[in-house]
């Protein structure tokens, strides 16, 4: 049981460039979410996905795409990076209506040059 | 206007000590719940509590325990007999209900807490 896993750990990437961080969860959760965590700050919400093949914008999702592919795997695109999208990557998964449900990945450190 | 609000950017403290950070937040729902993480370095995202606002009583997690002040809109973490291993960043979240039971979390800005040996 490996909780969530996000792939990759480490990405720098150059300006203009595209990629996607993916994650996967296999604790057969409904919810899926995306943060973003910037030096000195709490986590913000960039997209969630109550379920599958629904998604939602969160408080930041200016230049971010997503992708809810199944009911484990819940991806996040950069069409075109910007060094303003340098920040360290959490993924989460929940079960809607249990306590203590959101579980985070390990999350990706994203440099954009 | 911020949802979470934690105060105390860092704080020492002495080993074995009893520690309370602090967090206050606003909304109009009447059904929430308050959660606090621990970042450690490694930076991983650790789950220690969570209270809901219709709980009568205040959470509790081993040596955690969550001061839940309804009125006050206040949701302080207090760690007792605090250990070297609790040295991390502590963040406070809000969880709030949208689309159907969806729920988000909105975090604070986390305090920065380092215990002294």
């Known amino acids: 049981n490996a909780g969530v896993t996000q792939t990759p750990k480490f990405q720098v990437l150059k300006t203009g460039q595209s990629m996607t961080l993916q994650c996967a969860q296999d604790m057969n959760h409904n919810s899926m979410y995306w943060y973003r965590q910037d030096p000195g700050m709490g986590l913000r919400l960039i997209y969630y996905s109550a379920s599958e093949g629904t998604t939602d914008k969160g408080e930041v999702p200016n230049g971010y795409n997503v992708s809810r592919l199944n009911k484990r795997e819940f991806s996040l695109r950069l069409e075109s990076a910007a060094p303003s999208q340098t920040s360290v990557y959490f993924c989460?998964?929940?079960?809607?209506?249990?306590?203590?449900?959101?579980?985070f990945g390990p999350g990706t450190r994203l440099t954009v040059l | 206007a911020q949802k979470i609000t934690q105060t105390q950017p860092g704080m020492f403290v002495q080993e074995k000590e009893a520690v309370t950070l602090d967090c206050t937040y606003d909304?109009?729902?009447?059904?929430?719940?308050l959660f606090w993480y621990k970042q450690p370095s490694s930076g991983e995202m650790i789950f220690l509590i969570y209270q809901g606002s219709y709980d009568e009583q205040n959470a509790t997690e081993g040596r955690y325990s969550l001061n839940f002040q309804k009125a006050r809109k206040s949701a302080n973490l207090v760690i007792s007999a605090s250990q070297l291993g609790d040295s991390a960043m502590y963040f406070c979240a809000m969880r709030e209900f949208s689309n159907f039971g969806n729920e988000k979390l909105t975090f604070g800005t986390g305090t920065r807490l380092t215990i002294i040996p």
């Open positions: 989460a998964s929940s079960l809607a209506g249990a306590p203590d449900t959101q579980y």
């Open positions: 909304t109009s729902d009447q059904s929430y719940g």
